[in-house]
């Protein structure tokens, strides 16, 4: 009965979840919370530690791959779940010139 619980527990902790990603955003640079995840599906969250409001944008750098946190106010957190691809992914904020002052970053997916 204790061994059949043990196999219980470690097989609940080694079932593959989404991989996590935190961004956190402030004027003007987005920092990760770890430069690389698993493929496949993926949850991102965007936390906006900045006065302004920011979004999200990724986009695999060669081919197909794109995922979208919207518009997240001053304080609050945004989500993006979905699937990422083995490759380099480019993320942005595309809110006006945020880019250009530094909100972006490349995330490797391996
Ligand atoms: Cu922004």
Known sequence: MRS???VAV???FAAPGPARLLVEAREFNLA???SSV???PAIVQLAN???DPHDLQLKRIRGR???KVAETPPGEVGEWEGRLRR???RLVCTLDGHRR???RAVLRVR
Request: net charge positive; charged share 20%.
């Open 32 to 34: 990760l919370s770890r």
């Open 101 to 103: 002052l530094g909100m």
């Open 10 to 12: 470690v097989s609940a």
């Open 4 to 6: 059949l619980l043990a």
């Open 49 to 51: 530690r900045g006065e």
């Open 87 to 89: 490759g380099r992914y």
């Open 65 to 67: 791959g794109r995922g």
């Open 38 to 40: 698993a493929a496949g």
